[in-house]
């Protein structure tokens, strides 16, 4: 099967994308972005998480054919989106670094996108809304109060930039 899909702003088509193949598998095997991390293959652990319409969705629960016509934005695709060509990370992701929410590695693509989402959503988000919108993300490194110290720096960096 053909997949008609646009990722990270560009359209790409990708071919002999077999039936029960998952969008996971086909960013990363298929299409060389191996930002979004598979982890648990079941949406329990948010490792995956990419923006499919602009919104967060778990890769792994959705079938590659239906990402036809949609818009993919992935891990990869926020620093991209938010500073063109001048290969500066997103606000987020320079905040996980310097916070040290970064152990391991693997949660933080899932984390990183699900945290930009909040802030765009919720500009100042209290730590109980933070809390909530991280509850899908499973990490078993950092303790969570890092990957906390990160959202509320991105926020705030976000705020003054704005101001």
């Known amino acids: 099967m053909r997949v ?6 560009a359209p790409q088509t990708v071919d002999d994308v077999w039936e029960g193949e998952s969008l996971l598998y086909m960013l990363r095997e298929r299409m060389g972005l191996p930002g979004s991390k598979n982890a648990c293959e079941q949406g329990e652990c948010g490792s995956c998480t990419v923006y499919l319409d602009g919104v967060p ?4 629960l959705v079938a ?30 320079e905040a996980f670094v310097e916070a040290g929410a970064v152990q391991c590695g693997f949660c933080t693509p899932g984390l990183v996108v699900q945290s930009h989402d909040l ?14 919108a991280l509850a899908g993300n499973l990490c078993r490194c950092t303790g969570y109060e890092k990957i ?11 705020a003054e930039a704005s101001a």
């Open 4 to 9: 008609n899909v646009t990722v990270n702003g």
């Open 148 to 158: 906390l110290d990160a959202v509320r720096l991105a926020a705030r960096r976000r």
């Open 64 to 93: 590659a054919g239906q990402a036809e016509g949609r818009e993919v934005r992935t891990v990869e695709g926020l620093a991209e989106g938010s500073t063109g060509a001048d290969g500066r990370l997103d606000p987020v992701q």
């Open 57 to 60: 969705a778990c890769s792994c």
């Open 119 to 132: 802030i765009s959503r919720v500009p100042d988000p209290s730590d109980a809304e933070i809390r909530e």
